[in-house]
């Protein structure tokens, strides 16, 4: 038996999530419908699994590492004696879901992946969203073994009631189970198919949560509703519905941070001279002061309307940045006034005219 450690490529400290990602490279390309021809790949894939189930299981895991292989050896010491559990219960779940007509829902154990959409100011403030789904759960009426309320349950002949086969690994000096493929690991098969699902042992039932979105949540964050998945089996508890957060963009806003940052347009009369204006914030229209002499571009800092800090109190602010719009059509009478106040303002330059004046002098001499 070779090391496990060594067939995934990892060293001893490795974590829970290095060994998931590498059994999950190694096991894509040493695949033997990816290796069609070539025989030591069914050979390298089995290893590859095998390692993973030692691996993955912490009770295992550990027995490997204070036995080495004599924990999984027959008469050995580890946890489970001399079997090792071959997997397997993933992909059944995985096609009993799939005939129910529930998609994505291979190769997991009942968990189910949704998206949730939250407005931005969602996002920012905090709210309480209501999900709505269909899930699997186990069929009321047959508690979930497939056959007709009394009638008779048979012992599966292929597994004599085990629920999982026995198979010897030529290679490796102990045996390896996986679930039976006749009666899905139930170890029996109904006479009679439960009437209300089929014989399937499973309903779909829709569920309504209240799922809480805290303040500052980040497009791309992922909420988890322990048990909140399918139950594909009346004896083991739900697997987990897991929310993508998706924000939706603003017409007015994006997120810098805990900051809110917006563009608002100006008159330059307003630029020039100060004004008041209304500004969009994530609760409704406030008024804003735009001092005297504002240039294009310049930043107004609304404090504390934000997005709520996450690790401590209170909000980040509101960044106004000023939009100085020069008129796009002028009267005639317009015109003679700004051609006045050219005469006024005279030759004389402004603070940033002045400044670009002296780069340029020094950049040409
Ligand atoms: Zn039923
Ligand atoms: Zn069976």
């Known amino acids: 038996m070779r090391d496990p450690y060594e067939v995934l490529g990892l060293g001893r400290d490795a974590s829970e999530a290095d060994i998931k990602s590498a059994f999950r490279r190694l096991a894509a390309q040493h695949h033997p419908d990816k290796n069609q021809g070539d025989p030591s790949a069914q050979t390298r894939f089995t290893e590859i699994n095998l390692a993973n189930q030692i691996l993955s299981d912490p009770d295992k895991r550990s027995a490997y590492d204070r036995y080495g292989p004599a924990a999984f050896q027959a008469g050995g010491r580890g946890p489970g004696g001399d079997v090792v559990d071959f997997g397997g219960f993933d992909d059944i779940f995985g096609d009993i879901l799939g005939a129910f007509g529930f998609r994505g829902a291979g190769g997991d154990r009942g968990d189910i992946r949704m998206t949730l959409g939250v407005t931005f100011e969602e996002a920012a403030l905090g709210a309480s969203k209501e999900v709505r789904y269909e899930r699997a759960d186990t069929c009321g009426s047959c508690r979930g073994s497939g056959g007709e309320p009394g009638t008779r349950i048979e012992t599966c002949s292929a597994c004599g009631g085990r629920g999982r086969v026995r198979f010897q690994q030529a290679l490796f000096p ?122 294009p571009g310049q930043v107004l800092r609304v404090r504390g309307k934000g997005v709520e800090h996450r690790l401590r109190s209170g909000r980040g602010d509101q960044l106004v940045e000023v939009a100085v719009e020069i008129p796009a059509k002028l009267t005639p009478r317009a015109r003679e006034l700004i051609e006045q106040l050219g005469r006024e303002l005279g030759e004389d330059l402004q603070p940033q005219q002045q400044s670009f004046m002296e780069k340029l002098k020094g950049l040409f001499g």
Do not use: Y
């Not at 809110?260 to 500004?279: H, K, N, S, W, Y």
């Open 174 to 295: 102990l045996a390896v189970e996986r679930p039976c493929s006749r009666c899905k690991g139930a170890g029996s098969i109904p006479n009679t198919p439960c009437r209300s699902c089929s014989g399937k042992g499973l309903r779909a039932v829709e569920r309504v949560l209240k799922v809480d979105v805290p303040a500052g949540i980040e497009h791309g964050a992922t909420r988890v509703v322990d048990q909140g998945g399918h139950r594909i089996r009346a004896d083991k508890a739900p697997g987990n519905l897991e929310l993508l957060v998706e924000v939706a963009p603003h017409p007015f806003f994006r997120r810098a941070g805990d900051d809110v940052v917006c563009r608002v347009p100006i008159t330059f009369v307003q630029a020039a001279l100060g004004g008041e204006i209304d500004v969009p914030t994530l609760e409704g229209k406030i008024k804003l002061r735009v001092p005297p002499s504002t240039q």
